[in-house]
């Protein structure tokens, strides 16, 4: 294998993409099916780095993830009433056409179309959390929820290879409880590796080997240790900068993982279209997604994004077909078919999410018929009363900001923030702070208006939200003064033309704030030692 000839195919795909406002790993995947074509296979390195980036991806998932939003009724309701409803459809589906006779599928067994069905039943994990990283809405509500609702996902995959492959849990997994109490033991340790590279070093120990490893040597999936070990860590300060440390070893691991899935594809005309025909089920998948989540009382916006960051089929679902092509329920050909399948669902899907706002604006009258009437308490309206000062993102800059203007707004000034664990200890340290997703469109229409409102902070960690905020703002009666915070000069100037009223440019403003602290301090200095009459 030419490895500067696969290295050119790949980044000159991943950039047109880019050229063309799509997602990279779209053009990832056609540069697997590109160099399939011309002859390159996929080997041992790229298959390995491949499995690498989904248990980096894994373990920081977990990293982020809150344990408790599995156990909320919209995530596992949902997970369980899909799984088993898209099995029931997609079964009627595969056994009418089979009836008719047309294809390939007319060849298939019972247990083969119902091995089938229970594979389209999964959602990509990874192509989930690219997306919603990439929109900075992992810890969104309906995010949060996806999210959830994939790793349910993942443990029925889980119990499914268990029962079928053969290789069931060893005597020694219970054992692996002991993990528990040795949660204390790994915080000192998060604690004792600093911020450099030992920490990065220690990251891919908890995931490969004290995950990944530790769980496959007793008859567990090697990814979903990564997933808990992360799940452990997750409720300490360091796991966010651990994964960042990690961010980047994850990402080009995972180009080898879409690079993969068209390596391994072999096109025939059949495949082809019969891989279209499982795609247009999409429709069906993605609409039971969107009715479970609105019967658990979720708002329609909400219910619709989660849906569409959904809308494809999984790398799950490769093996799941796999484990049926060694036990003979399906011939070998259907692994070319459903890789295609997944390939075209993360092609067609990509654009889809990233307009999924302008989508659910056409939509918008019908689905907010659908809605439930008691909402989620999460997706309840939101209500300012008579604050003063509105501070959008509850971070270290809005946490700084909200003590500082409570002095001179007493009692009139209120955060808003996605992250409720965050929301909960702000309240604890008395501040006045509610749950609101300011990037979504139907939280300007939930936010009553108010003649009291003087001040809008908007300190939210990223630069689009910050820059879609302000664009409600000026689109509504608002009329009081806008504040911002840009990491970037550029993205300070297009603040300022949206019209911010005022920039705060993190790296210059802290610069100037820093010599400005260390320039008075010194005077101060120089004063206390001029006053002293030992200093002579």
Known sequence: MDISLLITITFLAGFIAHLAHLPPLIGFLAAGFILHNMGFEQNELISTCADLGVTLLLF??????????????????????????????????????????????????????????????????????????????MNALYGRVAIGILIMQDIFAVIFLAATTGKVPTLY???????????????????????????????????????????????????????????????????????KALFSFKELFLVAFFLSIGLSSELSFESLYIALFIVLMLVLKSAFYLLYLLLFRLRSRTSFLGAMSLANYSEFGLIVIAVAVHKQWLDSSWMATLALAVSMSFLIAAPIYKNADIIYQLFRPCLKRLQRTKL?????????????????????????????????????????????????????????????????????????????????????????????????????????????????????????????????????????????????????????????????
Not at 492 to 505: I, P, Q
């Open 376 to 536: 989620h308490l999460e997706d309840q309206p939101i209500e300012l009363g008579q604050m003063q000062v509105v501070i959008l993102g509850m971070g270290r800059i809005g946490e700084g900001a909200y003590d500082m203007l409570q002095q001179h707004y007493p009692d009139l000034v209120l955060g808003i923030d996605t992250d409720l664990e965050k929301i909960e200890h702000q309240i604890e340290s008395g501040r006045a702070v509610i749950q609101g997703d300011a990037t979504d469109s139907d939280f300007w229409e939930k936010l009553a208006p108010s003649q009291d409102l003087k001040l809008v902070l908007l300190a939210m960690p990223h630069h689009h939200g910050n820059q879609y905020a302000l664009k409600q703002l000026k689109k509504g009666s608002f009329t009081g003064k806008i504040a911002a915070i840009a990491q970037f000069a550029d993205d300070a100037e297009k603040l300022k033309h949206l019209g911010a009223d005022e920039v705060f440019n993190l790296y210059n403003e802290a610069g100037a704030g820093f010599a400005e602290h260390v320039q008075s301090q010194l005077i101060n200095d120089n004063k206390s030692v001029e006053q002293d009459p030992k200093s002579s």
């Open 60 to 137: 920081t998932v977990g990293l982020k993830l809150d344990i408790k939003t599995l156990f909320r009724r919209e995530v596992w309701g949902t997970a369980s009433a899909h799984m088993l409803s898209n099995i029931a459809i997609f079964v009627g589906l595969l056994s009418a056409i089979r009836w008719l006779g047309i294809t390939s599928i007319s060849e298939l067994s019972n247990t083969g179309i119902l091995v089938l069905a229970f594979a389209l039943c999964f959602s990509s994990t990874v192509f989930a959390v690219k997306v919603l990283e990439a929109k900075s809405e």
């Open 173 to 243: 997994a219970p054992l692996l409880l002991l993990l528990l109490p040795l949660r204390p033991v790994l915080y000192k340790l998060l604690n004792r590796v600093g911020h450099g590279e030992l920490q990065l070093v220690l990251g891919f120990f908890l995931t490969f080997v004290l995950g990944a490893k530790l769980f496959d040597l007793v008859g567990l999936k090697a990814d979903l240790g990564a997933l808990i070990i992360g799940m452990l860590l997750a409720g300490h300060p360091a796991a966010s900068g651990m994964a």
